[in-house]
Nanobody, 120 residues
């Protein structure tokens, strides 16, 4: 079994900061990439940021300069540091992991999501 669990979402004031965590655990041989998505009420899920096993990163234009993705490969964990938050960042944030198990089985997994609310 492999699972992905996000944490860190909460209510934060505009201009504030928050760090989300996502940990993958279980029968994992290698992680190709881990990405953060978000889905605001009434909107489609969108890619926020991603990081590969080689630590290459990419951000969506809407968060460039404000959000930073990083990883601790020893713990199969990625982080999303979010600064200068504004109400438009309010959404459920989901972690997506692309992993390979020892038997060469490829899995793409989603976490349950963590809610970030930016409001005064």
């Amino acid at each position: 079994q492999v699972q992905v669990v996000e944490s860190g979402g909460c209510l934060v004031q505009p201009g504030g900061s928050l760090r989300l965590s996502c940990a993958a655990s279980g029968n994992i041989f290698n992680i190709y990439a881990m990405d953060w998505f978000r889905q605001a009420p009434g909107k489609q899920r969108e890619l926020v940021a991603g990081i590969t096993s080689g630590s290459s990163t990419a951000n969506a234009d809407a968060v460039t300069g404000r959000f930073t993705i990083s990883s601790d490969n020893s713990k199969n964990t990625v982080f999303l540091q979010m600064n200068s938050l504004n109400p438009e960042d309010t959404a459920v944030y989901y972690c997506n992991a692309k992993v390979v198990q020892a038997n060469h089985r490829y899995l793409e997994l989603w976490g349950q999501g963590t809610l970030v609310t930016v409001s005064s």
